[in-house]
């Protein structure tokens, strides 16, 4: 559904709701930066599992020998950083979610369009 064909009141509860629960890039950086290696990016754009995965990840590192200690955490590095390269485009997917989520709580089921309804219009 188009948020231009909501009313007023609907629109800035929307507006409102967004504001106060969107993701936002700076605490994400930081995030990523200080606690990037346990997953903290991760947990803060919903990304649950692989954030554990992640966490899961440095604790068995840094548990096992010194072999295995490097190997992981080199596997955990090279993971933190893929994470660097993608933020941003991972930001804009979990704030677009976020926005939909508010859209389908704000909107009664009664006024968005069935299918029947959006194919004969």
Same mark, same amino acid.
């Given at each position: 559904?188009?948020?231009?064909?909501?009313?007023?009141?609907?629109?800035?509860?929307?507006?409102?709701?967004?504001?106060?629960? *969107?993701?936002?890039?700076?605490?994400?950086?930081?995030?990523?930066?200080?606690?990037?290696?346990?997953?903290?990016?991760?947990?803060?754009? *919903?990304?649950?599992?692989?954030?554990?995965?992640?966490?899961?990840?440095?604790?068995? =590192?840094?548990?096992?020998?010194?072999?295995?200690?490097?190997?992981?955490? =080199?596997?955990?590095?090279?993971?933190?950083?893929?994470?660097?390269?993608?933020?941003?485009?991972?930001?804009?997917?979990?704030? =677009?979610?976020?926005?939909?989520?508010?859209?389908?709580?704000?909107?009664?089921?009664?006024?968005?369009?069935?299918? *029947?309804? =959006?194919?004969?219009?």
């Amino acid at each position: 559904m188009d948020e231009t064909q909501l009313d007023l009141d609907q629109q800035h509860q929307i507006k409102r709701r967004y504001r106060q629960q *969107k993701r936002r890039f700076m605490p994400l950086i930081w995030l990523w930066l200080l606690t990037g290696l346990l997953g903290g990016h991760r947990y803060y754009l *919903k990304q649950y599992r692989s954030g554990v995965a992640m966490t899961l990840g440095l604790f068995v =590192a840094l548990s096992v020998g010194w072999f295995t200690w490097y190997l992981l955490v =080199a596997i955990n590095l090279g993971w933190w950083l893929y994470d660097g390269f993608h933020l941003k485009r991972w930001l804009v997917l979990t704030n =677009a979610q976020i926005r939909q989520q508010i859209l389908r709580q704000v909107v009664p089921p009664s006024m968005t369009p069935t299918n *029947k309804e =959006a194919n004969n219009g």
